[in-house]
């Protein structure tokens, strides 16, 4: 099995900082994608960002210019700093990956415990 673990969350003033991670343990054959994802109270999850395991990246128009994701392929983690934060940000936050555990399966879409960011003065 695959477990991804975040760490990072909190409150923060607006305008401020924070750094999130999530790393994947597990047996783990390679892993393509990874991507953050936020949910607000009411609303429906939606892509904060994504990185490919090319390192090409994605972001939602809501965050660019403020985050950035990056990936440490060496540690199985995938990183989300975010910058100028605003308190339309407060979220859950949740990271995905996309696993192959061996090389003879597809990968399968893996998710953290989520992790809250709560942007107030």
């Known amino acids: 099995q695959v477990q991804l673990v975040e760490d990072g969350g909190g409150l923060v003033q607006p305008g401020g900082s924070l750094r999130l991670s999530c790393a994947a343990s597990g047996t783990i054959f390679s892993i393509n994608d990874m991507g953050w994802y936020r949910q607000a109270p009411g609303k429906q999850r939606e892509l904060v960002a994504r990185?490919?395991?090319?390192?090409?990246?994605t972001y939602a128009d809501s965050v660019k210019g403020r985050f950035t994701i990056s990936r440490d392929n060496a540690k199985n983690t995938v990183y989300l700093q975010m910058n100028s934060l605003k308190p339309e940000d407060t979220a859950v936050y949740y990271c995905n990956m996309a696993v192959r555990q061996t090389m003879y399966y597809a990968a399968r879409q893996y998710w953290g415990q989520g992790t809250q960011v709560t942007v107030s003065s």
């Open positions: 990185i490919t395991g090319s390192s090409s990246t």
